[in-house]
T-cell receptor, first 112, second 112 residues
Framework: GENVEQHPSTLSVQEGDSAVIKCTYSDSASNYFPWYKQELGKRPQLIIDIRSNVGEKKDQRIAVTLNKTAKHFSLHITETQPEDSAVYFCAARGYTGNQFYFGTGTSLTVIP | NAGVTQTPKFQVLKTGQSMTLQCAQDMNHEYMSWYRQDPGMGLRLIHYSVGAGITDQGEVPNGYNVSRSTTEDFPLRLLSAAPSQTSVYFC???????????FGQGTRLTVV
C-alpha cells in the first residue's frame, strides 16, 4: 500500500510569516493529493487538493506544489494568521483509488 | 442535508464488551471509510467500502468488522473491545476517486 510521511510534526511561526509542510509518498501510481485542516476537537476538513497532472495550485493564501519525480508535495501558507493554528494532514490516494492514506499530521501554531 | 453523521459522540466500554459505531451520510456517496486517530499517528484506515455490499480492509482492520447493506449506512463493529482500541474514530464519505472526503464529527471511545 501507500506510505505517506509528513514533516515537521510541529511548527511554530510568527503571525504574518509563511509556513511550509512537506509530505512524501511511496506509490508512483498515486495521483490525487488532498490536504486537510483539523481544528482542536473538530473534524478534518479539506482545504486544498491537487491532481498529478498539475504542478501547483493556489487558493488565496494557501498553495500546494507537487513534484511527481521526487514523489513529494508541500503545503504553503502565506501571511499566517492565528486562525490558521490547527493540525494539518496530507494524504495520497492509494493505487486502487479506493482509499486515502494520511500523513501523521503537523501541528501548526501561529504566534500573534 | 446533514452530511456525515456519527453516533455516539462519546463512549466508554469495558474490556471484552462489543458495540457498534454508527455512520450515516445523506449525500448519496459511494465511497465510505472508517479511520482511527491516535496522537502522533495521524488517521489510519480501518475499513472502507466502494458501494453497497462491497467492503475491504484498510491498514488496521483487526478487531473491527463492517458491513454496507445500504448506500447511506456504514456501521463499524467492535467485536471484543480492548484498551488498544481507545481512540477517536472518524467516518468519512466521498463521491468519487478524486473528490473531497467529508468527515463525521468523530466518536471518542475509551476502553477500560
Amino acid at each position: 500500500g501507500e506510505n505517506v510521511e509528513q514533516h515537521p510534526s510541529t511548527l511554530s511561526v510568527q503571525e504574518g510569516d509563511s509556513a511550509v509542510i512537506k509530505c512524501t509518498y511511496s506509490d508512483s501510481a498515486s495521483n490525487y493529493f488532498p490536504w486537510y485542516k483539523q481544528e482542536l476537537g473538530k473534524r478534518p476538513q479539506l482545504i486544498i487538493d491537487i491532481r498529478s497532472n498539475v504542478g501547483e495550485k493556489k487558493d488565496q493564501r494557501i498553495a500546494v506544489t507537487l513534484n511527481k519525480t521526487a514523489k513529494h508535495f508541500s503545503l504553503h501558507i502565506t501571511e499566517t494568521q492565528p486562525e490558521d493554528s490547527a493540525v494539518y494532514f496530507c494524504a495520497a490516494r492509494g493505487y486502487t483509488g479506493n482509499q486515502f492514506y494520511f500523513g501523521t499530521g503537523t501541528s501548526l501554531t501561529v504566534i500573534p | 442535508n446533514a452530511g456525515v453523521t456519527q453516533t455516539p459522540k462519546f463512549q466508554v466500554l469495558k474490556t471484552g464488551q462489543s458495540m457498534t459505531l454508527q455512520c450515516a451520510q445523506d449525500m448519496n456517496h459511494e465511497y465510505m471509510s472508517w479511520y482511527r486517530q491516535d496522537p502522533g499517528m495521524g488517521l489510519r484506515l480501518i475499513h472502507y467500502s466502494v458501494g453497497a455490499g462491497i467492503t475491504d480492509q484498510g491498514e488496521v482492520p483487526n478487531g473491527y468488522n463492517v458491513s454496507r447493506s445500504t448506500t447511506e449506512d456504514f456501521p463499524l463493529r467492535l467485536l471484543s473491545a480492548a484498551p488498544s482500541q481507545t481512540s477517536v474514530y472518524f467516518c468519512a464519505s466521498r463521491k468519487g476517486q478524486h473528490t473531497e472526503a467529508f468527515f463525521g464529527q468523530g466518536t471518542r471511545l475509551t476502553v477500560v
